[in-house]
């Protein structure tokens, strides 16, 4: 595979269930980021990985929490969402905090 | 606060028309880039510029900096063009700062 891949592409989950999306980049990127596109919202930042370390918090709810093993995955574990998290979820990686590749998103349904 | 904003809001063309879409930012920024998202929600990336013109085939775009805004020019519109055009900025630190976007609609 090339580029950003995610998955899944879609996930429905209930308020209590605990999941994970997972996101790998193949382009030899050093940085990694989590955004999330709600309906009729700009997209907005919710974590950046620099070499694996965290950078960013944008103010995100605990329920979301992001792991990043190395510079070619990054995850992001859900659990006890609620309805208003639903939206579509993208993971992006640059080189050097340049040029940003997104991957085709997740679409997540909390229900 | 810091902004980014496009207009129009929307644009509906007939096939094979010119289109010309804006992005104004309040401040100095690092990093400018144009995307398309499909349908299917996935951000294709156009153009890396935060300064100067690009072509790419029958899209170009031009960023003034000292002026702060950027333009994407798209010629002989098809289609596959349909979809929402996003300009992003980063102004000096991680955060990529998007627009809230031009739904462009092309006619047959």
């Known amino acids: 595979e090339t580029g950003v891949t995610q998955t899944p592409r879609h996930l429905v989950m209930g308020m209590t269930n605990k999941k994970s999306l997972k996101c790998e980049q193949h382009l030899g990127h050093n940085a990694m980021y989590w955004y999330k596109q709600s309906a009729k919202k700009p997209l907005e930042l919710m974590f950046v990985y620099s070499l694996e370390e965290r950078v960013e918090n944008n103010s995100v709810p605990s329920r979301f929490s992001p792991e990043c093993p190395n510079s070619s995955h990054l995850f992001l574990h859900l659990h006890t969402l609620q309805p208003e998290d639903s939206a579509l979820y993208l993971c992006a990686s640059s080189l050097d905090r340049r040029e940003q590749y997104f991957g085709p998103g997740t679409r997540l349904t909390v229900t | ?108």
């Open chain 2, 1 to 108: 606060g810091i902004q980014v904003e496009q207009s129009p809001p929307d644009l509906i063309l007939q096939e094979g028309a010119n289109s010309t879409l804006r992005c104004n930012f309040s401040d100095s920024v690092n990093n400018l880039q144009w995307f398309h998202q499909n349908p299917w929600g996935q951000l294709i990336n156009l153009f890396y510029i935060p300064s100067g013109t690009k072509q790419n085939g029958r899209l170009s775009a031009t960023t003034v900096a000292t002026e702060r805004y950027s333009l994407l020019y798209i010629s002989s519109s098809q289609t596959t063009d349909s979809g929402v055009y996003f300009c992003a900025v980063n102004f000096g630190n991680e955060k990529l700062t998007f627009g809230t976007g031009t739904r462009l609609t092309i006619i047959p």
